[in-house]
């Protein structure tokens, strides 16, 4: 059996740059996933944060309706 080296050689710097390639598509997508990261929903709420959930706000009764208008009204 004979082996070319050039085919060899060849073959190494194509994995070689399949390699290369891959890892810098990989960095590269995990940079963007970080720029475009969305804030996390569970954390703690900062200003002035107001609870959609909240039955009664300062002596009110709060109707389903009334709690849907403030829900959708804070933007939540």
């Known amino acids: 059996m ?3 080296l050039h085919k060899a050689v060849r073959r190494l710097v194509f994995v070689a740059l399949l390699l290369l390639l891959t890892v810098s598509v990989f960095s590269l997508l995990r940079v963007l996933n970080e720029w475009i990261r969305l ?3 569970y954390a703690v709420p900062q200003g002035n944060a107001v609870k959609a959930f909240v039955l ?9 309706a009334e709690r849907l208008r403030r829900f959708y009204i804070y933007g939540e």
């Open 2 to 4: 004979v082996v070319s």
């Open 39 to 41: 804030p996390d929903p």
């Open 56 to 64: 009664r706000e300062r002596g009110e009764s709060g109707t389903l």
